[in-house]
Each structure stands twice: as structure tokens, then as C-alpha cells.
């Protein structure tokens, strides 16, 4: 199994900045695909918020484009979300997710733990 560990959350006010880290692990052989942070507010669906694949093409949600740039590094299987320009709306948890394989081949998705983010008015 592949672990992924963000950090980076917290918070902070309107207009400020954050960047998210997470990365993957295992004691087996694996590699990444496609990898992703989505969000899940209070009392609302878990919501995809950017992808990158493993040759570097991105997706945004409209909600975040112009203001959040996803990431990764394949050598330290790791991708990072730089948000600028929080808004309030922008509170929640965010998780990161990765499509890897197995040295069979075997595709798995994989989520992290989670890490809250919180932007004050």
C-alpha cells in the first residue's frame, strides 16, 4: 500500500496564501499516475479541486483557476497546491489522492488523511 501524508493546512485571512504538501510512501515498489487535491466542507460533498498527471497536465476547478497551482515532483512522489487569494469559501479539508501502480501493474487510488484549511474574513 501507498501512504500519502499532506501538511500544510491552517489558518490564515482572506487574500493570504498557503501551500499544501503531500507525499507518498511505501515499503513496496509503486508508481504514480495521475495525482489530485479535492475538498470537503462542512456539510457538503467532497469536491475535486486540481489534477496533474504524471507528464504534467493540469486541471482546475473553476472555482480556484488563476488562483491555485497544483504541483508534483516525481523523484520525491509529492505534489503541492500553492493557493493563493484564500477566500472564506475556500474553508475546508483538503486531501490529496493518487492513482499508483503496483509492480504488477495493479492500478489503486489512494487517499491522505486530510488537512484543514481555514480562511477568516
Known amino acids: 500500500q501507498v501512504q500519502l501524508v499532506e501538511s500544510g493546512g491552517g489558518l490564515v485571512q482572506a487574500g493570504g496564501s498557503l501551500r499544501l504538501s503531500c507525499t507518498a510512501s511505501?515499503?513496496?515498489?509503486?508508481?504514480?499516475?495521475?495525482m489530485a487535491w479535492y475538498r470537503q466542507a462542512p456539510g457538503k460533498q467532497r469536491e475535486l479541486v486540481a489534477t496533474?498527471?504524471?507528464?504534467?497536465?493540469?486541471y482546475y476547478a473553476e472555482s480556484v483557476k488563476g488562483r491555485f497551482t497544483i504541483s508534483r515532483n516525481n523523484a520525491n512522489s509529492a505534489v503541492y497546491l500553492q493557493m493563493n487569494s484564500l477566500k472564506p469559501e475556500d474553508t475546508a479539508v483538503y486531501y490529496c489522492n493518487a492513482i499508483w501502480s503496483d509492480v504488477r501493474g495493479q492500478r489503486y487510488d489512494n487517499w491522505g488523511q486530510g488537512t484543514q484549511v481555514t480562511v477568516s474574513s
Open positions: 496533474v498527471t504524471k507528464i504534467d497536465s493540469t
Open positions: 511505501s515499503r513496496s515498489l509503486f508508481r504514480i499516475s495521475d
